[in-house]
């Protein structure tokens, strides 16, 4: 099946600092969605992202299909920001997400 | 924004038991999903369904685990005499579409096995 990988692990920002988190993909995918986990284990929906550039605030995403990554821009970041990100990718038809390991992202004052 | 709803968002049940996980999908969504995360560790697919039948399942979900969407609006995951390793959270989750189209997840029920 197909892999998903992503960096770095873990991230520490200042409030107000920039960040870019990578996954990369194994595979062609027709599906591929950035989450927030919280730190109450609630998954939150970010992007909905198999190809191009989104923007929602103060985040945005891109993915480039032909080179199978994904980036998640997070800017002027804040301390709800903190959490675990996934990306997550399917291949198929059954919409079989893959997730990766996520990164641990920690927003300090 | 239309959400999908799951009920107990936690369980604490005794080794052997079976437990039911009930969850309100988006209400013109057509697929169904059930995924599970162990503590510390990725988010991992169990289930799908779809027009009342199973559509495709890992090696995760065995004989132990069954699916159900018993009425028009509510989806079910039953786990058959729990073991201390079915401790996780469960996620559902649906979708309008099978494939190129956003997966709205769950808050997720947090299942504890004592």
């Known amino acids: 099946g197909i892999q998903v990988e992503q960096s770095p692990p873990d991230l520490i920002l200042q409030e107000g600092a920039n960040s870019t988190l990578r996954c990369n993909f194994s595979?062609?995918?027709?599906?591929l969605q950035w989450f927030h986990q919280n730190p109450w284990g609630q998954l939150i929906n970010l992007f909905y992202?198999?190809?191009g550039t989104k923007q929602n605030g103060r985040l945005s995403a891109t993915t480039v299909a032909t080179e199978r990554y994904s980036l998640l821009y997070i800017s002027s970041s804040q301390t709800t920001d903190s959490g675990v990100y996934f990306c997550?990718?399917?291949?198929?038809?059954?919409?079989?997400?893959?997730f990766g390991t996520g990164t641990r992202l920690q927003v300090t004052l | 924004e239309p959400e999908v709803t799951q009920t107990p968002s936690h369980q604490v049940t005794q080794m052997g038991q079976e437990v039911i996980l009930r969850c309100v999908p988006i209400?013109?969504?057509?697929?169904f999903y059930w995924y599970r995360q162990i503590l510390g560790q990725k988010v991992e697919f169990l289930v799908s369904?779809?027009?009342?039948?199973?559509?495709?399942k890992s090696e995760i979900f065995d004989d132990q685990f069954s699916v159900e969407r018993p009425d028009g609006s509510n989806f079910t995951l039953k786990i058959r005499s729990t073991k201390l390793e079915d401790s996780a959270m469960y996620f559902c989750?649906?979708?309008?579409?099978?494939?190129?189209?956003?997966?709205?997840f769950g808050e997720g029920s947090w299942l504890t096995v004592v």
């Open positions: 989750a649906s979708s309008g579409q099978i494939s190129g189209n956003t997966i709205y």
């Open positions: 595979d062609s995918v027709n599906n």
């Open positions: 992202i198999p190809s």
């Open positions: 997550a990718a399917d291949t198929g038809t059954a919409s079989k997400l893959t």
């Open positions: 209400s013109n969504h057509l697929y």
């Open positions: 369904f779809y027009n009342n039948e199973i559509s495709e």
